[in-house]
């Protein structure tokens, strides 16, 4: 079969491989439609995936074969496929942290270290676990956002603990930036601030819930935030793009007693600063949470709930649309130009 791998640091094409062998827990699948995302090409800049790895991990496809043990995902089953897909046996699942099982990270396999999505076929371990079924009528470009885009945005807003009335302020409206705007407003956010410029993207973003963008073109963004809360800064801060600098600039804009989530995959092997006196000299009662959204067949269903009964709509995140295995390269190449109108791009297989 063939897939789009990482060769060596920087670089990545296409290579051909064996189909996966199914293991007795496993499922092959055959992909239907991928996206290409921003982690893939960190992934490959950096140069931290293996030689010869099939890279992605947001896609869905059809069951072409499922191991003796699996029993409620048979072949024929079109299916959606988390970006997380754990090992369940692990000891992390009892810390309620399958994004973990394993080690650090590890709970996100495809991609980094088994195998991922930018290919013909996939194994998905642990299927009964991992996959979820694709509802009829459910349309095609959310059931690909679900699998990293939407609920990575919404586990922002899970990590910033959104109480009703909360001031929030989202740094970085790309897809997953978004979809934390989208994750706020559910939960109740009163004020929610996008940080971003893009025309595209702004449009999105006031249509998912932002109240006011600001846009860093326009100065400091911290002092805008501070001017607009009158000195007191923000509830909670999402933390949705950017360098390691915005770390420092989401402390200090939120408020004492507040929280800053992050979401976001820094590119960097440096230490993050932070400001001593914005966090009150380490007394200041400023949580800071960092994590990887969860996985696995629950959360998915979770989201397809939310999907399926009009709560959201993660579809308009695509902006971009290729046919065919080879248009995953130029699909990949705008995650790695981003132009001004790029949002997400989708690579239908079939």
């Not at 400091?220 to 915005?246: C, L, P, S, Y």
Request: proline fraction near 5%; charge should be negative; hydrophobic fraction near 40%.
């Amino acid at each position: 079969m063939k897939g789009y791998a990482f060769l060596e640091k920087g670089k990545i094409g296409f290579v051909e491989k064996p189909i996966p062998t199914c293991g007795k827990k496993d499922a092959i699948v055959k992909l239907t439609a991928i996206a290409a995302c921003s982690s893939d090409v960190h992934s490959v800049q950096m140069g931290i995936a293996p030689p010869n790895l099939i890279m992605g991990h947001e896609g869905i496809g059809i069951v072409t074969e499922v191991g003796e043990d699996v029993r409620r995902i048979k072949p024929g089953d079109k299916v959606i496929i988390p970006a997380v897909t754990p090992d369940w046996s692990e000891k992390e699942i009892q810390y309620n942290m399958h994004q973990h099982s394993g080690g650090q990270l590890k709970g996100i396999n495809l991609s980094s270290y088994e195998d991922g999505l930018y290919a013909e076929y996939a194994r998905i371990r642990y299927a009964d676990m991992n996959l979820a079924l694709l509802p009829e009528g459910m349309d095609l470009k959310s059931a690909v956002m679900v699998t990293d885009m939407m609920t990575t945005g919404f586990h922002g807003a899970e990590l910033a603990d959104i109480e009703f009335g909360d001031t929030v302020v989202v740094i970085g409206i790309g897809p997953v930036g978004l979809m934390a705007i989208a994750g706020s407003k559910l939960r109740g956010a009163g004020k929610i601030f996008g940080v971003g410029t893009r025309p595209k993207a702004v449009e999105l973003a006031k249509e998912y819930g932002a109240t006011k963008i600001i846009s860093y073109k326009e100065g400091d963004i911290v002092e805008q935030v501070m001017e607009i809360t009158d000195g007191n800064g923000v509830d909670r801060v999402i933390i949705a793009g950017g360098g390691i600098d915005v770390v420092n600039q989401a402390v200090m804009m939120v408020r004492p007693g507040g929280t800053v989530a992050n979401i976001n995959m820094y590119e960097s092997m440096e230490d993050i600063p932070i400001s001593c006196p914005a966090w009150g000299f380490g007394m200041a009662h400023k949580t800071i949470k960092g994590g990887l959204t969860p996985g696995g067949r629950v959360r998915m269903e979770a989201m397809i709930q939310l999907v399926m009964a009009g709560r959201v709509d993660p579809s308009k995140l695509v902006t971009h649309e290729f046919k065919g295995i080879d248009k995953i390269a130029d699909a990949y190449n705008l995650m790695v130009e981003k132009p001004k109108d790029l949002i997400k791009p989708i690579v239908w297989l079939e």
